[in-house]
């Protein structure tokens, strides 16, 4: 098993930036790809992004693509997702994943 802790949310304003982690422990040289997700209230889980943990390869929905980068440390095992030019539409719980594993998430909310 994985288990995965998501850190970093906060309130920040519009055009403002987080760093989200997400470190990793248990069976963490079984890991291949892990991801970002997020939820905002009343809307459907979404994907946010990926990153291959072998060569650093990354793959992003077009929403946040170009404003989110995906990077991951793999001597600590974690993973992070640096956000900048956030928007109110931002708001919501990301998480992340690798197979089946999830975070408990943390919490990003944008002011406008």
């Known amino acids: 098993q994985v288990q995965l802790v998501e850190s970093g949310g906060g309130l920040v304003q519009a055009g403002g930036s987080l760093r989200l982690s997400c470190a990793a422990s248990?069976?963490?040289?079984?890991?291949?790809?892990m991801g970002w997700f997020r939820q905002a209230p009343g809307k459907e889980r979404e994907f946010v992004g990926s990153?291959?943990?072998?060569?650093?390869?990354?793959n992003y929905s077009n929403s946040v693509k170009g404003r989110f980068t995906i990077s991951r440390d793999n001597a600590k095992n974690t993973m992070y997702l640096q956000m900048n030019v956030l928007a109110p539409e931002d708001t919501a719980t990301y998480y992340c994943?690798?197979?089946?594993?999830w975070g408990h998430g943390t919490q990003v909310t944008v002011s406008s």
């Open positions: 248990g069976r963490t040289s079984s890991i291949n790809i």
């Open positions: 994943i690798t197979y089946s594993f």
């Open positions: 990153i291959r943990w072998s060569d650093g390869w990354t």
